[in-house]
């Protein structure tokens, strides 16, 4: 059965849902993204990832800025939906956009719910410590996702994870969940599963400053950071004044006075413990490993890191 739906999703980690329900035969009756935003050096507006995508598939796609005016919210409803899908939108849905579809609105949220509900969860479950995240397919309610979760898929997360690995492995398994979550809903085969009341924390966005490295930090926490902030907005510290973006890391042997350098391949002793840095990237300079790094920025034992 081919359902009418609106997407509702703005950055790269929608693209693969929006795909699959195109390739389901889903009839996608909107788009709707966050406006243009100027981007790079012109400062030129630039689509988001799914506003270009949606696009290039010829589909409408509307920006508005708010949905709380009876404007939009008329626009909505007269779309006559079966359901509306958000992907990390990034707008908040009044009651009167929840209520217009006729199967409801439905959320892909990157995280296991109750724990990590808001705007970053990736990134907050790696520089938690989290042994493991997920994705899951929650009706959406008034609530900051609050509402009741249809399906999940779980993933461990590995010493070697990023945000950008976990972000990937979440969209495209987010994707696939989504798709059997619909057959099922149209099949009347749809569990769903009120939110434990235990156990909620909220993923706050991340805020620039939060990204400077603070050595006397316990090794794994530093850790933890510096690859929750990888790729972006990625955690820095300053070598001999220039600041330096550290993508990769892994806990490593061995003390030192906090930001003091090891060895020659880049173990820095922490508050607690230290770490190893894996993948850095000199500002203004593209991301090397950490043995290409040397060549050009040479860093002895002893070296202190700001």
């Keep these: 059965m081919t359902l009418r739906l609106a997407f509702m999703g703005s950055p790269d980690f929608a693209l693969p849902s929006l795909a699959a329900l195109i390739e389901a035969g889903h009839d996608i009756a909107c788009v709707y993204s966050q406006p243009p935003r100027p981007a790079g050096r012109g400062k030129q507006e630039r689509p988001t990832p799914v506003h270009a995508f949606a696009t290039s598939r010829g589909l409408e796609v509307r920006t508005p800025k708010s949905l709380r005016n009876a404007e939009a919210q008329a626009a909505f409803a007269a779309l006559n939906l079966d359901a509306a ?21 439905f959320n892909l949220h990157g995280s296991l719910l ?25 009706r959406m309610e008034e609530g900051l996702d609050t509402g009741p979760v249809l399906a999940a898929y779980e993933t461990p997360i590995t010493p070697d994870d990023t945000t950008g690995t976990l972000h990937d492995r979440l969209a495209q398994n ?53 690859r929750g902030l990888s790729p972006y907005p990625g955690a820095w510290f300053e070598l001999n004044g220039v600041r330096v973006k550290a993508l990769g890391s892994r806990i490593a042997s061995g003390a030192a006075p906090p930001g003091t350098v090891l060895d020659d391949q880049l173990t820095i002793g922490c508050g607690e413990g230290a770490v190893r840095l894996t993948r850095l990237q000199r500002e203004g300079r593209g991301a090397l490993n950490a043995m290409e790094f040397l060549r050009g920025n040479p860093v002895t034992a002893g070296g202190r890191l700001g």
Aim: hydrophobic content about 40%; overall charge positive.
């Design 85 to 105: 899908i958000v992907v990390a939108y990034g707008l908040i849905l009044p009651k009167p956009i929840l209520d217009a579809p006729r199967m409801g609105c």
């Design 114 to 138: 109750p724990r990590w509900r808001g705007a970053a969860p990736i990134q907050r479950a790696i520089m938690a410590g989290d042994a493991k995240t997920g994705v899951q397919v929650m």
């Design 174 to 226: 987010g994707a696939i969940l989504l798709i059997d979550t619909l057959a099922r809903l149209e099949r009347g085969k749809a569990r769903e599963t009120p939110q434990p009341q235990e156990g909620v924390t909220y993923a706050n966005k991340i805020t620039p400053s939060e990204a400077r490295i603070d050595w006397s930090a316990p090794a794994r926490e530093i850790d933890g950071k510096i």
